[in-house]
């Protein structure tokens, strides 16, 4: 993951904290980032947040 997906994953975040959007339309937000794992599989974004965190502990 880049600091660039990272960003934005944050950007959505932050986004949803100060106008929080009905389940459906984040889930679509992730999705239309295109997060995918190695094996090309788009990645539900529960897990797109907890790899996000790891990557934040482990790599900053």
């Known amino acids: 993951m880049t600091k660039e997906e ?21 889930i679509r937000k992730y999705y239309e980032m295109g997060m995918c794992d190695e094996n090309g599989v788009l990645i539900p974004p529960f897990d797109v947040l907890a790899m996000v965190t790891k990557e934040q502990i482990f790599n900053y």
């Open 6 to 26: 990272i960003r934005i994953l944050f950007e959505i975040a932050e986004e949803e904290i100060r106008n929080p959007l009905p389940k459906e339309e984040v």
